[in-house]
């Protein structure tokens, strides 16, 4: 059976994790990334491979600078000469007043959230391209949809998200790439753990579904837009328990 190779960015906790070990858990060969949280990205390595038996490379880089992304798409052609699923997960948060927000931390919400996918999915392609198929699944927000007051920046990089995965869906869609992306609501993952009681209460009492979605509810949608659905590209899915 042919060895299918996965590389999630952003995997040492949260979203990125559950989505690597779902693939993993299904017999995916994995590259996990992470910026800093190298601890916690050898965690998810360790238990990817005591749990599944599949091999698991992880790396501490950032998706955003273009020499780490070359170097890892080169330690994967190398080992696999192959890539069957792109999961861009990298990003961060920013909470504050726009007129508040330093230079520096404006490029590097960018650089984290938007310029991390453009890199990846630059360095996936041939891969992709050569093997006659791909999935490629960015993970977004919903505030990429409606913006969100005091998230100006993590808002525009994740509108900018949603508009290059339908531009690179309709690019790529001649070769048999499908490019989807997610649009996250309220997740409970540690992102969210700065608010009050009294806040997520109110953020709860928004939700349609009365609760926050969870990690693993992310992890399955993505892997089952990897699974067939050939026809299905250039969509930017809601995940919101109703809420936007």
């Known amino acids: 059976m ?6 999630v960015t952003g995997a040492s906790r949260g979203i990125g994790k559950a989505i ?3 693939f993993a858990q299904e017999g995916y060969h994995m590259f996990i990334t992470c910026y800093r949280r190298h601890s916690e990205l050898t965690q998810t390595q360790e238990e990817i491979i005591e749990k599944f038996h599949v091999s698991c490379d992880a790396y501490v880089c950032d998706a955003g600078y273009r020499d ?3 170097d890892l798409f ?3 052609q ?3 000469g192959t890539l069957d699923v792109l999961v861009n997960n990298a990003g961060v948060s920013y909470i504050g007043l726009l007129q508040d927000m330093s230079f520096e931390d404006w490029d590097h919400v ?3 959230n938007l310029t991390s996918v453009f890199n990846c ?4 392609i041939p891969m992709m391209l050569r093997k006659g198929h791909g999935k490629i699944v960015n993970i977004s927000s919903v505030w990429g949809n409606v913006g969100a007051s005091c998230e100006v920046a993590y808002s525009a990089t994740k509108g900018g998200v949603n508009t290059f995965t339908r531009a690179l869906a309709r690019e790529l869609a001649p070769s048999n790439i499908q490019v989807n992306a997610v649009a996250c609501g309220a997740i409970d993952t540690d992102m969210n753990k700065w608010m009050e009681a009294d806040e997520r209460q109110a953020l709860l009492d928004e939700i349609p579904a009365g609760r926050m979605g969870n990690v693993e509810e992310v992890a399955d949608l993505v892997y089952h ?3 067939g659905h050939t026809y299905l590209t250039g969509q930017i899915i809601g995940l919101n328990g109703g809420w936007m």
């Open 20 to 22: 690597a070990l779902k």
């Open 225 to 227: 837009l990897c699974c």
């Open 121 to 124: 999915c630059k360095l996936a």
């Open 78 to 80: 190398k080992q696999y």
């Open 110 to 112: 960018l650089s984290s």
């Open 2 to 7: 042919e060895k299918k190779i996965a590389l």
């Open 68 to 70: 780490a992304c070359e």
């Open 74 to 76: 080169w330690i994967i």
